[in-house]
């Protein structure tokens, strides 16, 4: 008797809850592990996980559940985004920063500030641009076309409030997120190198990427 095919079923997306911490946390960090473990986690990625678990639920900074969106399939979380305008980015980074150093001591905080200072010479996204902060598909369930339909929303999103640019980073040293973003239409529009002394913790640096949207 012949099989039947199996059909995947239908994604849903749905706004993420302060409940859904800790298994989004721990998508977040994946999508920037080097970086979320030398900042956060001051070198610790358990530290920064579970950080990023505890002020999920704080409102107002980029890693607020306020700006998560959960991609839901036969009833598992297997994918998450973080996208807002680029216009509100240097607020929600200031309320990041209040945020995380309620969780350090002294030392810890004039460490975490030394290592971001090189960050704030880094633009991300322009006023007229819409950013996609993060995102990310569990490893399982990779490959299966559910980080385009992500790009897909995350686009209608931008448009539907005006924004007519998604903009985006990239690690340099991730070709394979550079050659999927170029396929849905990216183009890198700058690079940022780190300095040599924190090459070897968080890599060479990254690439700014910019998709012209049309409706």
């Known amino acids: ?16 809850r302060p409940d859904d911490a800790r298994q989004t946390a721990r998508l977040i960090f994946e999508t920037f592990p080097k970086m979320a ?11 920064a996980k579970k ?21 839901c399939q036969g009833g598992k979380v297997v994918g998450m985004f973080i996208a807002f305008p680029g216009r509100g980015l240097t607020q929600k980074d200031w309320r990041l920063a209040r945020v995380l150093l309620k969780h350090y001591t002294f030392s810890e905080k004039l460490k975490l500030i030394l290592r971001s200072l090189p960050l704030i010479f880094i633009k991300e996204a322009a006023a007229d641009e819409y950013l996609l902060s993060n995102l990310a598909v569990r490893k399982g369930q990779r490959s299966q076309g559910i980080g385009a339909q992500i790009l ?6 931008a448009l539907q409030a005006d924004y007519h640019k998604l903009a985006l980073m990239v690690d340099i040293d991730n070709p394979d997120a550079r050659r999927f973003y170029e396929e849905h239409g990216f183009k890198v529009k700058a690079l940022h190198l780190e300095a040599d002394k924190r090459v070897k913790h968080l890599g060479p640096g990254y690439q700014r990427m910019v998709k012209e949207l049309t409706t």
């Open 1 to 16: 008797m012949a099989k039947t095919p199996h059909t995947p079923a239908k994604l849903i997306f749905r706004p993420a």
């Open 37 to 47: 473990t030398y900042l956060i986690g001051l070198g610790d990625a358990r530290r």
């Open 51 to 71: 950080l990023l678990t505890e002020i999920f639920a704080d409102a107002g900074h980029r890693f607020s559940y306020q700006f998560t969106e959960l991609v």
């Open 152 to 157: 897909k929303l995350v686009e209608a999103q």
